[in-house]
């Protein structure tokens, strides 16, 4: 698990279009407080998941992977006062901190997290026949995600969006000799996207950049050189 330090470029733009919020730093704060891995979802892509729940009125949210809450509350800001978040999370002391930023935050109330494996969870709320989800957001281990979007299926409807993190791998997927089982988690994942019809989808390649402007350096780098090949 390690994290991706933003680039200049990406500090110039969330310190452009995203509004600081307490709660949210707070919680990065804690985190690290915490020794909880810095892998939450980058300040941009926060407001990238609040804005497609928004925008998908979205009333009803399943998380898949709550680490200490970031995303969840972004999710939580997105949501009416009647709306509600479940967020599966494996480990005991992540859902723990994770349910006390998410208080801190006021949105107890909207937000429930379920302990234990996702796949476990996802097969028993499947079984209790849980109401479709508005927005689902993929972001566990890579290795289960078919597994995971089987089941986002299961708990869609038509118009649900589904958002599923990390899928360009640094652009691993494409490396034929690479069978890491991230990797082949997200190969899989796309041979299921490649004939099911039922889905439209997208996929940004930012992940897979190669040169960027460094504000320090002042100068063209490469941001992941262990990466290009
Ligand atoms: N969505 C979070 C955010 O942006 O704030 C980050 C989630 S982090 C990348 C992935 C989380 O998934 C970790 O906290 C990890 O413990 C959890 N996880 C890993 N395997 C899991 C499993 N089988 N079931 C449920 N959670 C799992």
Known sequence: EAAAALTSVEHWICDAL???DAALESTL????????????????????????????NAK???EVGTLGGYSAIWFAK????????????????????AATNISNAGFASKVE?????????????GAESTEPFDMIFIDADKDNNPGYF??????????????VDNVVRYGKVIDKNNVES??????????????????GTYVPCGESRSMMWDETERKLVFHRPQFVW
């Open 78 to 97: 997105a949501l009416p006062e009647d709306g509600k978040l479940i967020t599966l999370e494996i480990n005991p002391e992540r859902a723990q901190i």
């Open 113 to 125: 997290i379920k302990l234990g494996p996702a796949l476990s969870t996802l097969e028993r709320m």
């Open 150 to 163: 089987k089941w986002a299926l299961k708990l869609s409807r038509k118009g649900t969006v589904i958002v």
């Open 18 to 20: 995203v509004a600081p």
């Open 29 to 56: 704060k804690t985190n690290t407080e915490h020794s909880i891995p810095a892998i939450d979802v980058a300040p941009n892509e926060g407001k990238l998941l609040y804005m497609l729940a928004k925008m998908n």
């Open 182 to 199: 991230p990797v082949m988690g997200v190969r899989k994942l796309f041979e299921m996207l490649k004939v099911e019809k039922r889905v």
């Open 60 to 62: 009803r949210i399943l």
